[in-house]
């Protein structure tokens, strides 16, 4: 069976810090992009970072850039996405996504998941003030 399930969720004070972990079963991540986004209560899903599958480059929004970190680990079919410094208006359920084209170089991802295949169920940021 073919799962993304993401985990290292939870409640962090602001300028906290949570690594969020994307793991797959049943597939290889080796060959995607992956990318992650978040959905705030009452506002549309945004991208927040993507990954490469050929090179291993990353890509960031600008709301988030300079404090998230996405990196992968092909031997733990794991993608990791270490936020520091976080915001209350970081406090989203964020899911991690499969992009089996190895597009995140064009910035798609900011403003359309369509590309995206496989999603995991996500997991609940909240960040007090």
């Known amino acids: 069976q073919v799962q993304l399930v993401e985990s290292g969720g939870g409640l962090v004070q602001a300028g906290g810090s949570l690594r969020l972990s994307c793991t797959a079963s049943?597939?290889?991540?080796?060959?995607?992009?992956i990318g992650w986004f978040r959905q705030a209560p009452g506002k549309e899903r945004e991208g927040v970072s993507c990954?490469?599958?050929?090179?291993?480059?990353?890509y960031y929004a600008d709301s988030v850039k300079g404090r998230f970190t996405i990196s992968r680990d092909n031997a733990m079919n794991t993608v990791y996405l270490q936020m520091n410094s976080l915001k209350p208006e970081d406090t989203a359920v964020y899911y991690c996504?499969?992009?089996?084209?190895?597009?995140?170089?064009?910035?798609?991802?900011?403003?359309?998941?369509?590309?995206?295949?496989?999603w995991g169920q996500g997991t609940q940021v909240t960040v007090s003030s």
């Open positions: 049943g597939f290889t991540l080796d060959y995607y992009a």
């Open positions: 990954i490469s599958s050929s090179d291993g480059s990353t």
């Open positions: 996504a499969t992009d089996p084209y190895d597009g995140c170089s064009d910035y798609g991802w900011l403003s359309s998941s369509a590309r995206f295949d496989s």
